[in-house]
């Protein structure tokens, strides 16, 4: 995954539509499901949860697939490309503390990964103006930068590779 620059202005707009867009689908889908499910198959004693729950569960999943068909949509490219972020970021949080031990070790992979993980991580902290952490991300690039100096690396975030974290 490479990083790549959002207009945040764009983003907030279509992410704050996607969400509108979603809630009422999804009320509107449920509703409509969950009212067709209690006319075809009415309770005589009046108890229709079975059938409202069924009908979120199928406007849920009627809205996912509609999600999923259109994530290539020019519309939904800046949200689709910070779920992704958010998804790579997590699974390099998740193996954080051995990429870290490798890193101290002189891995490169593993320096590449933190190298990613913090130039995804200040990108996506911006959108959402997050800037509360940005001094303890700016120490741990800094510490990363001097690791990768001793080691003689460079690091560019362009070249991480998703396959990197296979071995950790």
């Known amino acids: ?3 790549t620059p959002i207009d945040k202005t764009r983003y907030r707009r279509h992410l704050n539509l996607v969400f509108v867009g ?15 499910l209690i006319r075809v198959f009415p309770s005589p004693d009046g108890g229709h949860f079975h059938w409202n729950l069924l009908g979120v569960v199928a406007g849920a999943l009627i809205l996912g697939g509609g999600l999923s068909r259109l994530r290539h949509h020019p519309f939904l490219a800046e949200v689709v490309y910070v779920w992704e ?8 949080s998740r193996k954080l503390r051995p990429i870290e031990a490798a890193a101290r070790q002189g ?27 940005m001094d303890e991300l700016a120490a741990k690039q800094a510490e990363l930068d001097q690791l990768a100096g001793r080691h003689g690396l460079v690091l560019n975030a362009d070249d991480y590779d998703p396959r990197l974290l296979e071995r950790f």
């Open 1 to 3: 995954m490479k990083l």
């Open 22 to 36: 979603c809630a009422l689908v999804l009320a509107a889908l449920s509703l409509a499901i969950s009212q067709l």
């Open 85 to 92: 972020l958010k998804q790579q970021l997590n699974k390099i």
């Open 107 to 133: 891995d490169r992979n593993a320096m590449l990964a933190l190298q990613f993980s913090y130039a995804g991580s200040r990108q996506l902290w911006q959108l959402d103006d997050n800037t509360l952490v």
